[in-house]
């Protein structure tokens, strides 16, 4: 089967099952809920919908700390309802990715209890483990202030196990030919059930080198060729989304030269200088973001975002950069997390202001790559701060106004809902929305219905154009003769920006306004001059000189 590089068109749509609908009344969204809301999704236009881990778990982290990769956790449902949901979604044109969490298990993982018990179980070797404590033990932590270290005593085994995250979270020896095999029998298992894709979790520390020896970790991307090879060949359109946040020199490792490699990665580098040029103005850093990360193969694809369900990560901002980010979106040491990010939801960042979260989201849908959206942002919702590091953007989905937002009939939902105040269920929820023309909730799903409209931002180049702003970002996309210019504002004042499109006086005389009537009539230098308002935006189609005359006869 030949990969049809569907991904480079789509629309992903990030989700958690628990958090999403309750279908049984017990407090904790299913897979029956989730079935009831697919036409939902498919109404906004979304084309895959990425779950979160949905596997059994004692749930001390969300679900990454998985104890069996080969079914459901009860609370959400059986097989059989995950089966019935990927065959509703495939009725419907939808694909499903999943996430793929393998470079750790659950320390209550029989594989793990088994190795632990017994030394002379196959198990043994698939963790990572250590006579004494090694010397470099506090080094790499990944949660600063909450982890202490990455090695941690077992007094079962009476040896030091590794864990580059929580310490209930023993790391798989993922060099081993042994857990390589098993992981591509979980990739092929889900594969048969009706899965498209996997966002693979944590993806330098899976093909990091591991062990007490290792001073200095050394990645193995060439497991990440067996990964794809094996895709291709069970399911050829089958892709990995992989979340990598390394610079942009690494890049191209991951991808692959000819793109041999992974499908897709995360752009971090383009979404913190996003957050920057949100806060400061300044579009220099997002630019230069843009032009590091320009270059992989025709069939490589990056995955771009605004918010996920993790905390907002600035590591790669300078110290100054990050802290016009801190003052502008997170001010309060409570907003802040792991000395490197912002534990909040887009909408109280931009402060509810209608004008910057179109501005955010016109940007996200029109930057180099496929679009990745967090259930809720579609409706502006907000965060919990009183819940636990990354739990205060995992909030249950707002549906309505009845008790609970609508998400459950049960009294204790598995999270708090968001209640009172600006972001509360009573003013934020997706029944009063639809029957607003003019709610945002309207607004994306016709931005995403224009988006697919123009395969250009997906497949095609692009260049940054000389604007005569600092404040203004203009990007022209080219592909198969077809060219788009999308503009973007991100001054609070009003302004006016001149722009040429091409090199050619005459081939790029008219800018075709894809959104509204206000179309650009370049002058006799080929010099396109647009009024743009506070956070304004235009997408342009580029057409020539009778390009609106021919479009008035029809």
């Known amino acids: 089967m030949v990969n049809d590089l569907w991904y480079k068109n789509a629309i992903i749509y990030c989700l958690s099952v628990g958090t999403f609908m309750d279908a049984n009344g017990d407090g904790v969204g299913d897979f029956r809920g989730l079935l ?11 084309t895959t919908i990425w779950l979160m881990p949905f596997q059994p778990s004692p749930g001390r982290d969300n679900g990454y700390d998985i104890t069996d990769y080969y079914n459901v956790d009860p609370r959400y449902g059986s097989l059989g309802d995950f089966t019935e949901f990927t065959h509703a979604c495939h009725q419907r044109g939808l694909r499903v990715m999943i996430d793929l969490v393998v470079n750790h298990t659950s320390d209550q993982h029989p594989w793990f209890r088994e190795a632990r018990r017994d030394p002379e179980s196959k198990y043994r070797d698939w963790y990572v483990w250590s006579k004494k404590r090694p010397a470099h033990a506090k080094d790499g932590v990944v949660f600063p202030g909450v982890q202490k270290s990455t090695w941690t005593y077992d007094k079962e085994a009476s040896m030091w196990y590794f864990h580059r995250f929580y310490e209930f ?12 095999a098993e992981l591509l029998k979980i990739m092929g298992f889900w594969i048969q059930l009706g899965v498209s894709g996997f966002r693979m979790d944590a993806v330098p ?11 200095r970790p050394v990645e193995q991307y060439d497991m990440l060729r067996t990964f794809r090879e094996f ?18 020199d690494t890049d191209m490792k991951y991808f692959g030269d000819a793109g041999e490699r992974l499908q897709m990665m995360f752009n971090f580098q383009v979404n913190q200088n996003t957050f920057y040029a949100l806060a400061s103005a300044d579009v220099a850093p997002l630019k230069n973001a843009l032009e590091a990360t320009k270059w992989r193969a025709a069939t490589a694809q990056w995955g771009v975002f605004l918010r996920n369900h993790d905390e907002l990560d600035l590591g790669r901002l300078s110290p100054k950069q990050r802290e016009t980010v801190f003052a502008a979106f997170g001010p309060d040491p409570a907003m802040q997390l792991y000395n490197r990010g912002i534990r909040r939801r887009l909408a109280p960042m931009l402060d509810g202001d209608r004008r910057r979260l179109e501005l955010a989201y016109s940007l996200m849908l ?15 919702m907000g965060d919990d701060l009183r819940l636990p590091e990354r739990e ?16 459950t009939k049960h009294d204790r939902p598995v999270c708090p809902v968001i209640s009172g105040g600006p972001y509360g269920f009573e003013r934020v929820n997706v029944a009063s929305q639809r029957r607003d023309p003019n709610s945002l909730l309207n607004w994306i799903e016709r931005m995403i219905r224009m988006r697919k409209e123009v395969p250009e931002i997906s497949w095609g180049d692009f260049a940054i154009l000389k604007a005569s702003r600092d404040d203004v970002l203009a990007l ?25 499109v091409g090199s050619k006086v005459g081939e790029n005389d008219v800018l075709v306004n894809l959104l509204s009537d206000d179309h650009s009539q370049g002058n ?7 009024v743009l308002e506070p956070y304004g935006y235009r997408w342009f189609r580029v057409g020539g000189l009778d390009y609106l005359l021919k479009r008035s006869e029809v």
Not at 392 to 402: F, I, K
């Open 36 to 46: 009831r809301r697919l036409d939902y999704l498919q109404g906004l236009g979304i």
């Open 169 to 180: 979270q023993p790391d798989l020896n993922t060099a081993s030919p042994f857990v390589q």
């Open 205 to 215: 520390f899976v093909i990091a080198t591991k062990g007490a020896q290792v001073k």
């Open 231 to 248: 895709l291709q060949w069970r399911k050829g359109d089958a892709i990995i989304l992989a979340e990598a946040n390394v610079l942009p």
């Open 366 to 380: 029109t930057l180099p790559g496929t679009p990745v959206v967090r259930y809720g942002d579609e409706i502006g």
């Open 392 to 407: 205060s953007v995992r909030t249950p989905m707002q549906w309505s106004t009845e008790p609970h937002a609508g998400f």
């Open 476 to 500: 022209r996309y080219h592909w198969r003769n077809n060219s788009v210019v999308c503009v973007h504002n991100f001054s609070a004042a009003a302004c006016t920006v001149k722009f040429r």
């Open 524 to 530: 006799a230098k080929g010099q396109h001059t647009v």
